[in-house]
């Protein structure tokens, strides 16, 4: 058993977190990873309007009396969401955590904080990390360039980012991008992280609710499989390298590009559409390098009790067994 800041911070048995999943964290999974001893986060933007997140939170709530959390995005969208009502919302059903994400959450925390809320910031950079601690975030979620979705603009791998910003903020502090197994966990709290963060790797298990296609297309692809999109729009993207991403590439690369000219491929509405059906090609969906890292699609607590076995086995033995005996620290008060 690992008990670190994070799981102190949720209030959880596993320094384990599942991040957004734009239209895959649903309460399925979500559940899923919260009954597992995990921290869930449901992604709000995945529903039409406030009303149908708060049916999804009640909905959660039956399926597990254990925490989760909402995702909040703030990125640019073809559809401008309503934020204060999806915040109102985790308010008046009395969510204890908020991952918010893509920007800083500034103009929103005195409606999110006045309710008690925590704030847990993913970011992409020390110095958004540093803001994040600034205007009052209790947690920070730092995401490096090996992530899907949105790493940003920087290239900054999580073996850098992480130490960076254990040395910068003072709040408990997942790692996230790249991690898919225990060996990245030993690693990510090596480095100075509380706890990990998941995405990719929880849309290959048995409860996301997604075509079995794309959890297949997971583990057949290799770790060189993903390309960077939108970057000519500074909206970076992080994607399975398909036939939807190579039409993208193609656009970009003609220069001058206009978001309207990549909607057939990178709109949510086609993405959700390919997720149910199984047409791998259809869209452009975000999937992390570590895709090379995915072979099989346990459920959610498979996954997560051979995550804390491997752990523990790499901490309490392999590295354990590396110091020589009369190196080892003695226990306090011994
Ligand atoms: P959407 O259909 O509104 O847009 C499709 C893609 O185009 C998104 O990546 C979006 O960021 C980008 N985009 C839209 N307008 C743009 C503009 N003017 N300039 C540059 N890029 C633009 O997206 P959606 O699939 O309905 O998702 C809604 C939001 O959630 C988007 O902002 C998306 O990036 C974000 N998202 C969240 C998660 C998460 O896990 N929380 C994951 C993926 C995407």
Known sequence: MLKTRITEFFG?????VQGGLMWVATAELVAAVANA?????????????AERLRAEIRRCR??????????????????PPDYPALIRVCVEER????????????????????AGIKVVHKCTSVRHALKAETIGCDAISIDGFEAAGH????????????PLARDAVDLPLIASGGFADGRGLAAALALGADGI???TRFVATREAPVHENMKLALIRRRETDTRLIMRSLRNTERVLHNRAAEKVLEIEGRGNTRIEELIPYVSGRVGR??????DVDKATWAAGQCIGLIRDIPTCRELLDRIMAEAEEIIGTRLADMMAPGDRPSPPHA
Do not use: C, H, W
């Open 273 to 278: 559409q390919m997720l149910q059906d199984g």
């Open 62 to 79: 039956r399926m597990t009396a254990k925490p989760f959390g909402v995702n909040l995005t703030f990125l640019p969208t073809l559809r």
């Open 12 to 16: 959880v048995e596993r320094p384990i």
């Open 151 to 162: 790493p940003g603009e920087d290239d900054v791998t999580t073996l850098i980012l992480v």
């Open 197 to 199: 963060n998941m995405g």
């Open 95 to 114: 969510v204890g955590f908020i991952e918010t994400a893509g920007r800083n959450p500034e103009p929103y925390m005195p409606q999110i904080k006045s």
């Open 37 to 49: 001893g995990g921290m869930g986060f449901m992604t709000a933007l995945t529903f039409p309007d």
